[in-house]
T-cell receptor, first 114, second 109 residues
Framework: NAGVMQNPRHLVRRRGQEARLRCSPM?????VYWYRQLPEEGLKFMVY????????ESGMPKERFSAEFPKEGPSILRIQQVVRGDSAAYFC????????????FGPGTRLTVL | GIQVEQSPPDLILQEGANSTLRCNFS?????LQWFHQNPWGQLINLFY???GTKQNGRLSATTVATERYSLLYISSSQTTDSGVYFC???????????FGGGTRLMVKP
């Protein structure tokens, strides 16, 4: 059973470009979470999604950031018009469809904005 | 929101030594997980332990939910144990995890 998959593992963008980060949850998991880890800091929650629904986006910046988890395909975290402060590691986690289950994390995407 | 504090922030051990890492949280939780972030940045699940005691090899963890703390024990430490250990909790009202600031562990040969 493959773990949580994220791609790309490393992404370099210039200021003003768009970044698209992908996450495929573990098989049988229908809940997806995105977290961000700024340099030398802990992880902070961004958004919680189920298939075709955003359940909690209280941690998402109000502008430029969006997330989706379509009926088919991976979850996507999209950052428009990236700025240097967006440079961070973005982790995706997934959990089974019952409440309060253990979350399993992917390897992360390291975004560098030049 | 819930506050999560980990101690100590930094720890240096000689290989073979034992250690205890602590995680305090400020409110009731329905989920508590311990992670090891290795030097390559990957987050490894160590324990899912909202209450009780679990052991896995040289590692064990105990959560006393009524007193709002959890402990991670590392015995006979090895250089491969180096990295950052995070505690993360889930509040009763939601599914998100709130992470502590981590304990940065260095094990010297």
């Amino acid at each position: 059973n493959a773990g949580v998959m994220q791609n790309p593992r490393h992404l370099v963008r210039r200021r003003g470009q768009e970044a698209r980060l992908r996450c495929s949850p573990m098989k049988g998991h229908s809940h997806v979470y995105w977290y961000r880890q700024l340099p030398e800091e802990g992880l902070k929650f961004m958004v919680y999604l189920q298939k075709e629904n955003i359940i909690d986006e209280s941690g998402m910046p109000k502008e430029r950031f969006s997330a989706e988890f379509p009926k088919e395909g991976p979850s996507i975290l999209r950052i428009q018009q990236v700025v240097r402060g967006d440079s961070a590691a973005y982790f995706c986690a997934s959990s089974p469809p019952n409440a309060y289950n253990e979350q399993f994390f992917g390897p992360g995407t390291r975004l560098t904005v030049l | 929101g819930i506050q999560v504090e980990q101690s100590p922030p930094d720890l240096i051990l000689q290989e073979g030594a034992n250690s205890t890492l602590r995680c305090n949280f400020s409110d009731s939780v329905n989920n508590l997980q311990w992670f090891h972030q290795n030097p390559w940045g990957q987050l490894i699940n160590l324990f899912y332990i909202p209450s009780g005691t679990k052991q896995n090899g040289r590692l064990s963890a105990t959560t006393v939910a009524t007193e709002r703390y959890s402990l991670l024990y590392i015995s006979s430490s090895q250089t491969t144990d180096s990295g950052v250990y995070f505690c993360a909790v889930g509040e009763n009202a939601g599914n998100m995890l709130t992470f502590g600031g981590g304990t940065r562990l260095m094990v010297k040969p």
